[in-house]
C-alpha cells in the first residue's frame, strides 16, 4: 500500500539520504508506487515548459512535510541572481569573489 498516497498533487519538502549526505528537495507529489515517491517540478526554459520529475525510495526518506507556499515566477534572470545574493547573505553565508592569482 502507498504510504503517501494521501498527499499526491500537493507541493511538499523531503529531506531524503543520497549515499553519506543529506539532501531537500521541495516539489509537487507526483506518484507514489508502494516503494518509492515522485517529485515533478515545472519550470520554463527558452520560452517553453520543461518538466524535472525524480524518484526517491522509501528507504531514502528522512523526512516529508506537506509545504504550502508556492514559488513566485521571477522577472528576469538578473531578478533571480539578486534575489539568491540577498538571500544567501541574509542567512549568514559569505560571498565569495573570484580572485585572480
Not at 23 to 41: M, Q, V
Not at 88 to 94: I, P, R, V, W
Amino acid at each position: 500500500m502507498a504510504r503517501y498516497s494521501g498527499l499526491l498533487g500537493r507541493r511538499i519538502v523531503v529531506t531524503y539520504r543520497a549515499g553519506d549526505i543529506i539532501l531537500p528537495a521541495t516539489g509537487n507529489l507526483a506518484a507514489d508506487s508502494g516503494k518509492s515517491i515522485f517529485l515533478e517540478e515545472s519550470y520554463k526554459q527558452k520560452g517553453s515548459i520543461k518538466t524535472f520529475r525524480w524518484e526517491i525510495p522509501y528507504p531514502c526518506i528522512v523526512e516529508m512535510n506537506e509545504c504550502p507556499e508556492i514559488p513566485k515566477p521571477s522577472a528576469s534572470e538578473s531578478d533571480a541572481r539578486e534575489t539568491s545574493a540577498e538571500a544567501a547573505l541574509q542567512h549568514g553565508t559569505l560571498e565569495l569573489k573570484n580572485r585572480l592569482a
